[in-house]
């Protein structure tokens, strides 16, 4: 009970973090992309169900407050979470080259689905623009932001942990 509270109180700061101080911080109208840190973040530290759940509410709460196609988000989010949740196994916990990795990863992904689908359907047909001016600047953002969010993801993880196994550190949901 106490995980999930608290992993709907992170999707919930997020939102308002991405929604608030992102738009704050934003330099030549990027920002960095919380929802991918947190969704990328989980779905490694907990596997694939945890990040699945994760992308999905993160997506939905997106498209709620801020897309007109309601569900678009959340699939791309569903489907990060359960990429990333494939290297949960493979993890180290103490090393964050491979959150920098599915991060970049990711946020490259999304920024060419949401291209694909939002600009490229409506003859907008200019790739290499929007990825150099665009996908590419909020990756390099999101990974600055990730040295920073990821650390505290992580020790709320372990903490998490902590108190559900009554002391022992498992990350194996």
């Known amino acids: 009970m106490q995980r ?9 700061v997020s939102i308002i973090l991405q929604s608030t101080v992102c738009q704050m911080i934003s330099i ?27 992308g999905f509410f993160c997506g939905l709460l997106t498209d709620i407050f801020f897309n007109t196609i309601i569900g678009f988000n959340a699939l791309i989010y ?18 964050i080259k491979t959150p920098l990795f599915l991060i970049s990863v990711s946020d490259v992904v999304y920024g060419i689905v949401q291209y694909g689908f939002l600009f490229l359907m409506r003859g907008r047909i200019h790739f290499f623009y929007y990825l150099g001016r665009i996908i ?13 969010v990821y650390q505290i993801l992580y020790a709320i993880n ?7 196994r009554g002391g022992t550190s498992s990350f194996v949901s």
């Open 4 to 12: 999930k509270l608290t992993m709907a109180v992170l999707i919930l």
């Open 28 to 54: 030549a109208s990027i920002k960095p992309n919380l929802l991918i840190i947190l969704t990328v973040s989980f779905g490694l530290m907990r596997g694939r169900r945890s990040g699945m759940l994760t």
């Open 78 to 95: 569903l489907w990060v979470g359960y990429f990333s949740g494939n290297f949960y196994r493979i993890f180290y916990d103490d090393d």
């Open 136 to 148: 590419l600047p909020e990756m390099l953002y999101t990974l600055i932001l990730t040295f920073v």
């Open 158 to 164: 372990k903490k998490l942990c902590m108190t559900d």
